[in-house]
């Protein structure tokens, strides 16, 4: 499914709404967690999941292909945790 | 808590600002949103969001595994899990501001 895919769906169940609305809400939700995310917050969305970020230290890597040394910036990383129901659902216990 | 984590009841009002919608159906929205993420991916079909990332299903096999208190071994049944990928436009932005800060430091 995209993004595409799922604001299609939304609008079918939703025909008093407009498309453009329905876009606009699925982007700002996903963009409120992507601006919660770089503000070093946590989303935790009961159910569902939660998103975190993880700092990871700067280090010498290496580049597999030639064998040279690169440093590599310290940075974040955004993290998912699958949430207990949903979890469960996958594995059939719906 | 509180200022540091973002909920459900977060993501309402930020549709709830941007759309004018009811508070009501607001929340029902978000909620249909994270439902049918959740149906595509209970199905096995993977969720791509552009310039957010992707929810994908995987198959693990079965392993051993071991109770870390007692030591005994105990099977791990194969099961599925969900892998998210996030996109370079979010990892970007996770990265921007944190970068500038740590050159500043």
Not at chain 2, 27 to 45: C, D, N, P, T
Request: glycine share 8%; hydrophobic share 35%.
């Amino acid at each position: 499914m995209t993004k595409s895919e799922l604001i299609q769906q939304l609008a079918e169940e939703n025909p008093h709404l407009y498309q453009r609305d329905i876009e606009r809400i699925v982007s700002t939700i996903f963009n409120e967690i992507g601006a919660a995310l770089a503000e070093g917050k946590r989303v935790e969305l009961r159910g569902f999941g939660a998103f975190s970020v993880k700092e990871r230290e700067s280090r010498v890597g290496r580049n597999p292909r030639t064998g040279a040394t690169v440093s590599v910036d310290a940075k974040r990383i955004p993290f998912f945790k699958t949430g207990k129901q949903l979890r469960e659902r996958l594995n059939g216990a719906d | 808590m509180g200022d540091q984590t973002l909920t459900r009841a977060d993501l309402s009002e930020a549709v709830y600002q941007e759309v004018g919608l009811s508070r009501n159906e607001s929340a029902e929205l978000v909620e249909s949103v994270l439902e049918k993420v959740s149906r595509a991916l209970v199905q096995g079909e993977p969720v791509k969001i552009s310039s957010f990332g992707s929810f994908a299903v995987r198959q693990k096999g079965e392993r051993i595994g071991r109770n870390p208190k007692t030591g005994e071994e105990v099977p791990i049944l194969p099961r599925k899990v969900l892998v998210f990928r996030a996109s370079h436009v979010l990892k970007n932005r996770i990265n921007n501001g944190f970068q500038d800060a740590e050159e500043a430091s």
